[in-house]
């Protein structure tokens, strides 16, 4: 193995990495742009198609496109899936967030983590293994897909087209840890009907902030300390967090409609129609204690997936041959074992691992606490790193034959 690494690390460098992750921030890929994100799949399939890995850009939905990218297996080998997002969040207060930057040895710019640094890393192990001569003995596949940061249209489509792999690797910033699940996470919105009145005459009036509170005082008494029991031995607890509200127009109007939306993450253990059902239960409970409370509850249309998807949650098993694969290259090139854990946020390993079967392990360089602000940015050191243990890992699960 020492051999293949040193046979690696010949055909990979930092400034190749650099300018992949550079070029890709260069193209903007987040809402609201035409085709979002088809100009980095398609650079990406340029960059593969350059390197002899046989490539194909797939259409999604509204011009959006998937690449997917596949160094055959020579045969009698796992098939190992990397799999990334091309999107991004939009710019918000970043400025020039599509021009990237170095600087103090980071790169800045958007979806600089989260994830172009990330599946530049990636991309460049495929070359990698490819320029060594590294002959597989079953298939690497890479993925870039759209959406996830919406609805996940890109590795749904991957498994509705009955994609298959033995194991899956989701480019995540972790930090170099091995995060082997996550929970699985809905949005909820609750609405809250009052009565318009004046402040000073409230007579008869119905004040939904009132009743947005009284719904969160019964969250709190009757929910809240069920969650806290219910634990997964290595996910933790259900959890639920109270995330905007609205409400009311000016402070002398008694406020006639409020708005409340709910973060609830959910075990696999959890049913998800008992967990909604959860909440209905409680607008039910206080409507009888309360003749005038007025609520409702909605899935969020942001949270909405193609019909029979969820954000389901993901769990790798501890036995799984590419865990083991993945911590034995971490340690080969950083020169120390990696921290196991859940992952904090939701990854598209959701869908693969629920609904394409496929184990999945979320696993990259980058800290997820920088994604999505006005600071975002990848460590330079990470990028060379993250690249050899990918391309190392691949090896190790795949076999080789050569």
């Not at 100009?39 to 999604?60: N, T």
């Not at 489509?157 to 972790?174: F, Q």
């Not at 939904?208 to 929910?223: D, S, T, V, Y």
Request: with cysteine; charged share 25%.
């Amino acid at each position: 193995m020492h051999d293949l690494y040193t046979r690696i690390k010949q055909n990979i460098n930092e400034a190749e990495i650099v300018s992949l992750a550079e070029d890709m921030i260069r193209l903007p890929s987040y809402r609201g742009i035409a085709q979002q994100e088809t100009a980095v799949a398609a650079y990406i399939d340029r960059f593969f198609k350059k390197e002899g890995i046989a490539s194909e850009l797939i259409p999604v939905k509204d011009g959006r496109c998937n690449v997917v990218a596949r160094l055959p297996g020579c045969g009698g080998g796992r098939t190992l899936l990397f799999n990334s997002h091309l999107d991004t969040v939009p710019p918000y207060d970043m400025a020039d967030a599509c021009r990237p930057r170095v600087e103090g040895g980071r790169l800045y710019g958007r979806g600089a983590v989260d994830t172009k640094g990330i599946v530049a890393c990636m991309i460049a192990a495929c070359a990698a293994v490819r320029r060594a001569g590294i002959i597989l003995k079953g298939d690497f596949i890479f993925s870039g897909v759209i959406d996830e940061e919406d609805g996940s249209a890109g590795s749904v489509d991957l498994v509705k087209r009955g994609l298959r792999a033995d194991g899956a690797i989701v480019g995540e910033p972790t930090g170099f840890d091995l995060c082997l699940g996550h929970k699985g996470l809905e949005w909820l919105e609750f609405s809250f009907q009052g009565a318009d009145a004046h402040g000073g005459s409230q007579a008869g009036s119905r004040n939904a902030i009132r009743m947005a509170g009284l719904f969160i005082g019964k969250c709190e008494r009757e929910l809240a300390p069920k969650l806290k029991e219910r634990i997964h031995p290595f996910l933790g607890s259900a959890s639920m967090n109270y995330g905007f509200i609205r409400g009311g127009s000016q402070p002398s109007t008694v406020a006639g409609e409020c708005i409340l939306q709910v973060d609830r993450r959910w075990l696999p253990e959890e049913d998800y129609a008992a967990v909604l059902e959860e909440y209905e239960e409680l607008l039910r409970s206080l409507a009888e204690e309360e003749p005038r409370f007025k609520g409702s509850m909605k899935v969020m249309e942001a949270s909405r997936m193609e019909e029979g998807y969820l954000h389901a949650g993901s769990l790798l098993e501890p036995s799984h041959p590419l865990l083991a694969a993945a911590a034995d290259s971490a340690f080969a090139v950083l020169g120390a074992a990696p921290q196991q854990r859940a992952f904090t946020a939701w990854s598209d390993a959701g869908i693969l691992s629920t609904y394409g079967g496929i184990p999945s392990l979320i696993f990259a360089p980058g800290e997820m606490a920088v994604a999505h602000s006005a600071g975002e940015h990848i460590k330079i050191k990470d990028l060379l790193p993250a690249a050899l243990i990918y391309a190392l890992t691949a090896a190790r699960f795949c076999g080789h034959a050569k």
